[in-house]
């Protein structure tokens, strides 16, 4: 598993969508930093990163695994092995780690971009409504990283399902930008299937948002605990279907 | 330092894509030193028999790798086993030496197979630059590391100039000679005609001829070429007398069986032979031959 570990690392480095994620959340913040009043709130969730680390993540997971049928490759890498699952799981977790890389790069970048826009505006650990603005950020931050455990799982399941990365990044814009309003457009739609409704997975993405904002409880009608299980339980289970397909494809 | 060890066995060996029976009954024997050549027009299953070693399809029977069994998920006796299939596998985003490197156990190996196949020049840059025949000798250069007790390679010819083939071919040759075994599908026939020491025929999926080289050569329809003092009578008599012949160049050319016929005929009229030579196998002729053969 250690050797698996380090092949996926390593090829995930120098094929540089590592690099290139990096620089879409460069691009993004800018834009948000460029285009919008930055106030407190625009600091909590990071200039917008928290929205895209999620939408970054689902391309690059898709990339990562489907380059090995492009190129090929996955021949040697199946023969080369007995076992698929430690495959799958070895970049399961660069990815996955990757997201985690993303998460932190974004507070760095918080920082810095809070220091040329808004010098001394803002105080990190004063408090605001009982919470400091880091404590906010950084839970938030661990929120898009649960959610980016979804995404992981997602992103395998459906690049094994479409094998076609084109169509997946799609499914994620549209789920970055549609899925929480058509969670609650569904339940507001069907108000007497809440109590089953609210665990469907499109509900999982106010995650990102609701450990800082508790009002976001009144959307999702989930508490926290709620959601971060069923989040972390949504990724499983799309990570099982993603290897049972992974399992099946042929070469 | 060949010897007669036994590499690979396939006992009975039926291959599945989804419910059909691709490869049928497969058995044979892949000893150390052997260079098999796997023929058959396409979609005959060379590529499916070879996946299938590798342990990447169903399949029911039995493949073993020197007595350890190989299976859909046990890959361990695969150790051993070098393969190029179809395409080569190739991270262009990789120098060629590092995609080397992701498999290579033994760096000096490695060195020296680089410079085997002349690719010191650009085995430094990236592979996304290669052109199909660089693409191809990296592929063959990773079925090589590691000192494979087996290495399989899918058309291996493929997109290599003139030099590039004869370099390949010597290289298959040295190894063998230190004992790794080959099994490689080719279309280029005349390519492997110079290699190998066995054939195994393979049509719809069935292994429908296996034999060594000389035996093969010796089936096939061994054609003659001759010339008399008077080739015009000559003709004429073989016209007369129901014998088959082509005019080709200089040349009268006649099968083999009807060799002591014509001896006999010329001699009855006084007819000398001034030259009577037996023509190379025609390589890809026998192969056509033996496969329409099983048709009918
Ligand atoms: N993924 C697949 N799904 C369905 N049928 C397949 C698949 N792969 C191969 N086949 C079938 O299996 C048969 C053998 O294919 P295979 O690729 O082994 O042939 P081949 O001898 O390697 O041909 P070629 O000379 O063209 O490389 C073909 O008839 C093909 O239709
Ligand atoms: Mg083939």
């Known amino acids: ?251 | 330092m060949k010897n007669s060890q036994e590499v690979l066995e396939l006992d009975n060996v039926c291959t599945y894509i989804g419910r059909t029976e691709i490869v049928k009954d497969a058995s044979f024997q892949i000893k150390a030193g052997d260079i098999i050549g796997l023929i058959g027009p396409n979609g005959a299953g060379k590529t499916t028999v070879m996946k299938t070693i590798l342990g990447l399809t169903k399949f029911t029977g039995k493949i073993t790798m020197s007595g350890a069994a190989i299976t859909e998920n046990n890959h361990h006796a695969l150790e051993k086993v070098g393969a190029l299939i179809e395409h080569p596998a190739i991270y262009p985003f990789l120098t060629g030496e590092q995609n080397l490197e992701l498999y290579s156990h033994h760096h000096q190996d490695m060195v020296k197979i680089i410079s085997e196949l002349g690719m010191d020049s650009y085995i430094k840059s990236k592979a996304k630059g290669y052109s199909l025949g660089m693409k191809q000798k990296l592929g063959i250069a990773i079925a090589l590391l590691n000192n494979p007790k087996l290495v399989i390679l899918d058309e291996p010819m493929n997109g290599l100039d003139i030099e590039a083939t004869i370099g390949v071919r010597k290289l298959i040759k040295k190894y063998a000679d230190r004992g790794t075994a080959f099994l490689i599908s080719s279309h280029i026939l005349s390519e492997l005609q110079k290699v190998m020491t066995r054939v195994l025929l393979i049509s719809g999926g069935k292994i429908i001829l296996n034999q060594s080289i000389g035996q093969f050569e010796a089936i096939s329809h061994q054609k003659y070429k001759l010339t008399t003092e008077n080739d015009e009578q000559a003709e004429h008599l073989f016209k007369t007398k129901g014998i088959n012949f082509k005019k080709q160049k200089q040349y009268l050319i006649v099968g083999q069986e009807d060799i002591f016929k014509i001896q006999d005929e010329l001699a009855k009229k006084k007819l000398h032979l001034k030259e009577m030579l037996p023509i190379e196998a025609n390589f890809e002729q026998i192969v056509v031959d033996t496969l329409n053969k099983e048709r009918d």
């Open chain 1, 1 to 251: 598993m250690l050797t698996a570990l380090k092949e996926e690392t390593y090829k995930f480095c120098h094929e540089q969508i590592a690099l290139l994620g990096l620089l879409v959340l460069l691009v993004t913040t800018l834009y948000s930093t460029l285009t919008k009043t930055i106030n407190k709130s625009t600091l909590l969730f990071a200039f917008g990163a928290i929205e895209w680390i999620p939408v970054i993540i689902i391309a690059v997971g898709a990339a990562f695994f489907e380059m090995e049928y492009d190129n090929k490759t996955i021949v040697m890498l199946l023969y080369k092995n007995s076992s698929k699952l430690k495959i799958y799981l070895a970049k399961f977790l660069v990815v996955f780690c990757y997201s985690i890389a993303l998460a932190l790069g974004a507070i760095l970048l918080t920082f810095l971009l809070s220091l040329l826009t808004v010098p001394g505006q803002y105080h990190w650990l004063a408090y605001y409504q009982g919470h400091t603005i880091l404590t906010d950020l950084l839970l938030n931050l661990f929120g898009a990283v649960i959610y980016c455990f979804f995404i992981v799982g997602l992103s395998f399941m459906l690049i094994m399902l479409v094998k076609a990365n084109t169509v997946v990044i799609c499914i994620g814009l549209v789920l970055a930008y549609f899925g929480a309003s058509f969670s609650t457009a569904l339940m507001h739609t069907f108000p007497t299937a809440v109590g089953i409704l609210k665990w469907n997975p499109l509900n999982m993405i106010f995650i990102s948002q609701q450990l800082t904002r508790g009002s976001f409880a009144l959307k999702s009608n989930l508490t926290n605990f709620q959601l971060i299980i069923a989040t972390v339980v949504y990724g499983i289970i799309f990570g099982l279907l993603g290897y049972y397909l992974f399992k099946r494809r042929r070469v």
